[in-house]
């Protein structure tokens, strides 16, 4: 279980989940990648596809 970022509310992440997985917020939508962590998984913000970050 991990925390949304942005509204505090609680994410649920499946046993079978895997890393790189997107996962969004139930309350405020915000759309996570899932990343490893010693303790299981924790979450980072979502690249938004067609941004342009530059190089
Ligand atoms: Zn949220």
Redesign the pocket.
């Known amino acids: 279980m991990v925390k ?6 609680e ?1 649920k992440i499946l046993d079978d989940s895997i890393e790189g997985e997107i996962v969004a ?6 759309s996570y990648e899932l990343i490893k962590s010693e303790n299981g998984f924790d979450i980072k913000p979502a690249q938004v596809v067609g941004e342009d970050w530059g190089q």
């Open positions: 949304c970022k942005e509204c505090d509310a994410i917020c139930p309350d405020c939508g915000s």
